[in-house]
């Protein structure tokens, strides 16, 4: 007898459905399982012959052949223990079942128990696409299912029990979603802006950064604050949309990385990779192609402590997603691309001892190894970073201060005003904040008048930028003014942004 299930994978970030055929013939028993199966799905054959057996059920003595399609996509992973299992026993006439509206994924234990399998939400969302009126899932996975409305999710402990669901003689509850996705509660974070002493200047080039989707480097002496400082912006950042968290959630439910109990990512993501990271582990890749750490950054910050220390190779695959916003990986096989939209926040040591320019400290550096140690970032990677600021030592004064500073809460209201004017201004368009402008957009919202102009053409001659540069004066620009509640880009707004170009420091 011929059995058919429908089960799913994932390609990328997007679900292909994937039809599990099972078919029982003569000759000598074996199960083969065929459909580009990788490792993984090859040993579901001893995984699902144990499930079945110790479930209360006979295992077909026959020749068992079950067939993967379609044919040529790549099958990874053990989410098709599931399907395989019940197709055996719907072509051996164990289980009577009108399964064709279905969607199984699952993995299987030896005692038939049903385990936790990556990349829930796009095949959920892919069943719901394909109408699909049911899923069943594995119940540690039915919280993430939930996310997706208009689906029915039952959520399976064990094969015995979905079985008997399955005949009518003990049905299982659908799982009713119990969260609550309110935009106006703030997440908790840890680290609080009032709580760093001194560095105003930077809190404030922070909170530029914040407003516009801006990059910055932080560049000072050791101890001087730049990674509490860092670990500090996703405090400031307006809180996530649920589209926007249902984007984040998708990623790390691929890469399997959602934490226990948490269906739902609330929080932007902060990634702060160790400068030993390879490109592959940055950008995503791999033989099955997953998401790196860019995407992982997704609508959050992608924090690079000692930036040169990174492999100058491993950072110039940054260019390319800084300016779109995605990266593509590409293969033999074809092509996969990831959401890459974060803030870089990175931070550096000015030379190898971390003390040049330092008034208290004396350098140890030759001007020769000062001049090799920042050349280790190249110049077009510097010229699209928005936001350069030196970050002091602090003095004792303000050390020993123990008044607060200004919480993350106040300067996190500001910042979202700044970007409800953007997204006003934006509104029927692909952009979200200042950074992702154009030159279309930059000419069309970034107007100065005469003394901009003459302040504008001054410091192209004295900094010798380049037309990026320009551009990103302006866009710095216009978000210092949105910050502001200006409407006009003022001669101001453009002496604050051009202060944060960077300058040469040795």
Not at 185 to 203: F, L, N, S
């Amino acid at each position: 007898m011929l059995a058919k299930v429908t089960s799913c994978a994932v390609v990328g970030l997007e679900g292909a459905i994937v039809e599990v055929e099972v078919d029982t013939g003569r000759g000598l028993p074996s199960l083969t399982i065929v459909g580009l199966p990788d490792a993984a799905v090859k040993e579901s054959s001893e995984r699902v012959r144990s499930a079945i057996r110790n479930s209360g059920f006979f295992y077909p003595n026959k020749r068992l052949t079950v067939n993967l399609a379609p044919a040529d996509l790549r099958k990874e992973g053990p989410a098709y223990d599931l399907p395989i299992a019940v197709g055996i026993l719907v072509a051996s006439e164990q289980l009577t079942a009108d399964i064709s509206s279905s969607l199984f994924v699952g993995e299987l234990s030896l005692d038939g128990s049903v385990r936790h399998v990556r990349g829930i939400l796009p095949m959920v969302n892919l069943a719901k696409e394909r109408n699909l009126e049911t899923v069943y899932v594995p119940a540690e996975d039915a919280p993430e299912a939930a996310l997706i409305p208009g689906v029915e999710v039952i959520p399976v402990e064990s094969l015995a029990s979905l079985v008997a669901h399955l005949q009518g003689m003990e049905p299982i509850e659908p799982y009713k979603p119990d969260f609550n996705f309110d935009e106006d509660e703030a997440p908790a974070y840890g680290t609080d802006m009032a709580h760093i002493r001194g560095q105003e200047h930077v809190k404030r080039a922070l909170e530029v950064a914040a407003a516009g989707g801006h990059n910055i480097l932080m560049v000072g002496p050791p101890g001087a604050g730049k990674t509490l400082l860092a670990r500090s912006v996703p405090s400031i950042l307006p809180k996530l949309t649920i589209e926007e968290a249902l984007e984040v959630t998708r990623i790390y439910s691929v890469a399997d990385m959602l934490p226990p109990g948490v269906p739902l990512i609330r929080h932007r993501p902060f990634r702060a990779p160790h400068h030993t990271i390879s490109q592959a582990g940055l950008v995503g890749g791999g033989r099955w192609p997953r998401p790196g750490e860019i995407s992982l950054a997704h609508h959050g910050v992608l924090f690079l402590d000692e930036l040169p220390e990174f492999g100058m190779r491993t950072l110039e695959v940054l260019r390319q997603p800084m300016e779109d916003h995605v990266v593509t990986i590409s293969r033999a096989q074809g092509s996969l691309t990831f959401p890459a939209n974060f803030m870089l926040v990175a931070a550096m040591n000015p030379c190898p001892c971390g003390y040049f320019g330092d008034p208290t400290h004396e350098c140890t550096c030759s001007p020769a190894m000062v001049s090799r140690y920042q050349k280790r970032i190249s110049g077009p990677l510097l010229d699209r970073i928005d936001i350069h600021i030196e970050v002091p030592r602090v003095e004792y004064e303000k050390l020993a201060d123990d008044r607060l500073g200004e919480t993350s809460a106040l300067i996190r209201q500001r910042v979202e005003a700044a970007r409800e004017r953007q997204r006003r201004r934006f509104a029927g368009t692909h952009l979200t904040c200042n950074a992702d402008m154009g030159p279309a957009e930059v000419r069309e919202y970034c107007q100065v008048d005469e003394a901009g102009r003459s302040l504008l053409k001054a410091a192209m001659r004295q900094l010798a930028m380049s037309a990026r540069a320009f551009h990103r004066i302006l866009k710095l620009a216009r978000t210092i003014a949105d910050l502001e509640g200006s409407e006009r880009i003022e001669t101001h707004h453009l002496a604050e942004a051009i202060q944060y170009r960077p300058r040469r420091r040795a």
